[in-house]
């Protein structure tokens, strides 16, 4: 049986909706909802839309193998950064949206989160992530100069 052509092959997309808690730099908490998504199309990205029960407060885009350590180990710089939280059984993120901004630090279970990462695992292992750059260039390219 022959395998089908690459641009035969379906995507695999999976989400989970995993409870957060937002602590703003400047104090408090808020508990909040991440609506984390990973889809094979972009297969190094990881997308959480952060949300309250009836409003989408904020999208980012998160390297899933960075995700991934910072289970284990801090790891970032810059606009985001994930450090484990051993005592809570969680992955601290530190969100900056821009230098000298207001940030935000939030706080999630990291046995939800490591489901999650092991779902999507099962759609594409680590390392066998490819990416077709002359396909995203020629798209750009056919944005930019039609």
């Given at each position: ?84 939280q051993w005592a809570d059984d969680g992955v601290r993120v530190e969100l900056n949206d821009s230098e000298g901004g ?45």
């Amino acid at each position: 049986m022959r395998s089908p052509p690459p641009e035969a092959v379906l995507q695999s997309c999976v989400s989970a909706l995993i409870a957060v808690h937002l602590q703003p730099v400047a104090g408090g908490g808020v508990p909040l909802f991440g609506r984390f998504s990973y889809d094979s199309a972009d297969p190094y990205a990881v997308r959480a839309q952060f949300l309250t029960r009836d409003t989408v407060l904020t999208t980012w885009c998160f390297d899933r193998q960075m995700l991934a350590e910072g289970l284990h180990r801090p790891v970032g710089e810059g606009d985001v950064t994930f450090r484990p939280q051993w005592a809570d059984d969680g992955v601290r993120v530190e969100l900056n949206d821009s230098e000298g901004g207001e940030g935000a630090v939030l706080l999630i279970a990291a046995s939800a989160l490591s489901a999650f990462l092991d779902e999507t695992y099962a759609v594409i292992t680590p390392g066998d992530e490819t990416f077709d750059a002359d396909g995203f260039l020629a798209e750009l390219l056919a944005r930019r100069y039609p």
